[in-house]
């Protein structure tokens, strides 16, 4: 898969049989349908309808589809790109753990482990390399 922000192939991170597209080069993380889900227990509520932002529309990575921009968790304060086809959801660089941030402090019990890993991700790969 190809990133839809920086257009170069992406690399799979795996963890509990759930694998997530990791873009190299600006940390964007690719979920296909309903693994946010399952990693998170039943997830967070994402509003369908198009946030208000000025932020240029990018193209889904599985489908030709220009994806919309969503508010995403409990106070729906993460903006995310979300396929309109249902094909999976796009987080920039630090979303994710502002996401998980935003769980926990709403009371969300989001299990160490996962947020270990959701936040350590992209951690992990600048250390590796």
């Known amino acids: 898969m190809k990133c839809p922000v920086c257009k170069v192939p992406s690399f799979v991170v795996e963890y509990e049989d759930v694998e997530l597209d990791l873009c190299p080069e600006c940390k964007g993380v690719w979920f296909d349908r309903g693994e946010l889900d399952l990693l998170l227990g039943g997830g967070p509520?994402?509003?369908?309808?198009?946030?208000?932002t000025s932020e240029e529309a990018?193209?889904?990575p599985v489908c030709p589809q220009k994806m919309d921009k969503v508010n995403i968790g409990p106070g729906r304060r993460v903006l995310?790109?979300?396929?309109?086809?249902g094909c999976g959801l796009w987080f920039d660089g630090n979303e994710l753990s502002d996401l998980t941030g935003d769980l926990r402090s709403e009371g969300w019990q989001v299990k160490p482990?996962?947020?270990?890993?959701?936040?350590?991700i992209i951690r992990?790969?600048?250390e590796n390399q």
Do not use: H, N, Q
Not at 45 to 52: L, V
Not at 80 to 85: E, G, L, N, T, V
């Open 45 to 52: 509520a994402i509003d369908t309808s198009p946030a208000s």
């Open 58 to 60: 990018r193209r889904c």
């Open 80 to 85: 995310i790109d979300s396929c309109p086809a």
């Open 113 to 120: 482990e996962v947020k270990e890993f959701l936040c350590g």
């Open 124 to 126: 992990t790969e600048d």
